[in-house]
T-cell receptor, first 115, second 110 residues
Framework: GAVVSQHPSWVICKSGTSVKIECRSL??????MFWYRQFPKQSLMLMAT?????????EQGVEKDKFLINHASLTLSTLTVTSAHPEDSSFYIC???????????FGPGTRLTVL | QKEVEQNSGPLSVPEGAIASLNCTYS??????FFWYRQYSGKSPELIMS????GDKEDGRFTAQLNKASQYVSLLIRDSQPSDSATYLC??????????FGAGTRLTVKP
């Protein structure tokens, strides 16, 4: 399967600061990628879908001005959590759509803790 | 109605037994179907994909698809404690639309 990396793997920050998470595909190029959020013991929640060179499409209830997505190239996307608050503490996972049958390949995730 | 439904579990089976995980979906035009395994604190890992009716086997895993019944399942033979995880069913419809079930938590007891 395709290899996807995320950086950082975990981050702790103070309330009110902004945090940037990078997602890279290491062995393929993909025009479409996804950002998910997962709270403890809950299912994956799709936050947004982004296509390279276009604005991201956000799911209902996800604030686009708070969660800034930049799909800079076919191999790099970033998610910036602006003015983070404790309720933003979660596991953030990116994935790329790849393969002949539209498989999704996930990054290892970033655990964000906002104090 | 949820688009992709799974029993949340937990499903508990003894080591060596067959674990059966089930999933139903609502969109008849769904094209591709996937099973992901997610260990606690980790991201999902693709373990099986299936696109046409019938069975698909890969090692101890068998995926079964019945489009008429809108049903997809995953069988794990000779279950091992290391198979203990949450299994996510995912359905790809079109236009980059992938929907995940809530997942079934499987525990394999030694």
């Amino acid at each position: 399967g395709a290899v996807v990396s995320q950086h950082p793997s975990w981050v702790i920050c103070k309330s009110g600061t902004s945090v940037k998470i990078e997602c890279r595909s290491l062995d393929f190029q993909a025009t479409t990628m996804f950002w998910y959020r997962q709270f403890p013991k809950q299912s994956l929640m799709l936050m947004a879908t982004s296509n390279e060179g276009s604005k991201a499409t956000y799911e209902q209830g996800v604030e686009k001005d708070k969660f800034l997505i930049n799909h800079a190239s076919l191999t790099l996307s970033t998610l910036t959590v602006t003015s983070a608050h404790p309720e933003d503490s979660s596991f953030y996972i990116c994935s790329y759509l790849a393969g002949n049958y539209n498989e999704q390949f996930f990054g290892p995730g970033t655990r964000l803790t906002v104090l | 109605q949820k688009e992709v439904e799974q029993n949340s579990g937990p499903l508990s089976v003894p080591e060596g037994a067959i674990a059966s995980l089930n999933c139903t979906y609502s969109d008849r035009v769904s094209q591709s179907f996937f099973w992901y395994r997610q260990y606690s604190g980790k991201s999902p890992e693709l373990i099986m994909s299936i696109y046409s009716n019938g069975d698909k086997e890969d090692g101890r895993f068998t995926a079964q698809l019945n489009k008429a019944s809108q049903y997809v399942s995953l069988l794990i033979r000779d279950s091992q404690p290391s198979d203990s995880a949450t299994y996510l069913c995912a359905v790809y419809n079109n236009n980059n639309d992938m929907r995940f079930g809530a997942g079934t938590r499987l525990t394999v007891k030694p």
